[in-house]
């Protein structure tokens, strides 16, 4: 029989390198009493529909997918990616002084195309509480199409705007494309509160003291990458794509800060207000009053 102690549990979590930066600890048996781990890479579409089908037993999620998962998962407080000035990008292939209505059309958003990675991400809410706020209208039609194939169709003229993340923040200029708008930006004007992007959750069936032992842990981890960086450059630099050193530090700052050692009573509120306006906007189901309870 399996003890607690000898459990391995299954994580999944991204490739990029604030992903792995985090866990690089955990991954490799380096964090003092922590439960052993299988790891799988997927990215956090992937991750989202996993822990909707009740998949594995940690996951890094989308915060926008908290609403359909928490009473089977519990959002750790820590590990996940929350900050300041990384928000999601809106990009368009001509550069205009109209803003938001002209490029989307003051007469209204009809025949126009938005590329989007998911609907069910932190990025598309934001995105959709942005327009909400500015767009005229709305915003036409939503396509959801695989990350890395958003700037290239942007390009290419097959979708008027695109949504973007992560590392297109500092390569979208590569496309030749411009920024319409930055919805971290807007969120932090309007709010006040770090932008929520990426979560921990771990099922609640593993119980409370394994869940305090791996919120312990992951937090560990990240204590440990942060104190010896060059330990965890190699499993960064393996994951990450082939993106440039210099890029993958870049993301490293941006993704990894104090609310990935602990959510804090403003990481919590932004998560809060996130969930609270888009479902006021009936883009997700209301929260709970203690959905967000860790135990």
């Not at 992007?197 to 990240?222: C, M, Q």
Request: with cysteine.
């Amino acid at each position: 029989m399996t003890t607690p102690e000898q459990q391995r549990l299954r994580i999944a979590y991204s490739p990029c390198p604030n992903d792995t930066f985090v866990f690089d600890a955990l991954a490799h048996g380096r964090v003092p009493g922590a439960p052993a781990v299988d790891v799988t890479f997927a990215d956090i579409d992937l991750t989202n529909g996993m822990a909707e089908r009740g998949e594995l037993d940690v996951l890094k999620v989308s915060y926008a997918v908290l609403p359909y998962i928490l009473d089977d998962y519990a959002l750790l407080p820590c590990g996940g990616a929350l900050g300041q000035g990384c928000g999601p990008l809106l990009l368009v292939r001509e550069e205009g002084g109209g803003g938001a209505s002209h490029a989307f059309g003051r007469g209204g958003p009809v025949g126009r195309t938005v590329a989007v990675p998911s609907e069910r991400s932190t990025a598309y809410l934001l995105f959709r509480l942005w327009a909400a706020d500015v767009v005229p209208g709305g915003v036409g039609k939503i396509v959801v199409m695989p990350f890395h194939e958003i700037m290239p169709a942007v390009r290419d003229g097959k979708v008027d705007a695109g949504l973007v993340i992560h590392e297109a923040r500092f390569t979208y200029r590569n496309y030749g494309l411009h920024r319409l708008a930055d919805m971290g930006e807007h969120w932090e004007r309007t709010t006040g509160l770090p932008i929520p992007l990426g979560a921990i959750i771990a099922k609640r069936s593993l119980g409370e003291e394994t869940l305090t032992r791996l919120a312990d842990s992951i937090r560990t981890s990240v204590r440990m990458a942060w104190d010896e960086p060059e330990v965890s450059r190699p499993y960064v630099m393996e994951h990450a794509q082939e993106m440039d050193p210099a890029v993958a530090d870049q993301h490293i700052g941006l993704y990894v800060n104090e609310f990935t050692a602990d959510l804090g009573e403003d990481g919590y509120a932004a998560v809060r207000g996130l969930l609270t306006r888009a479902a006021a906007e009936g883009l997700v189901p209301p929260l709970g009053p203690d959905a967000l309870r860790f135990r």
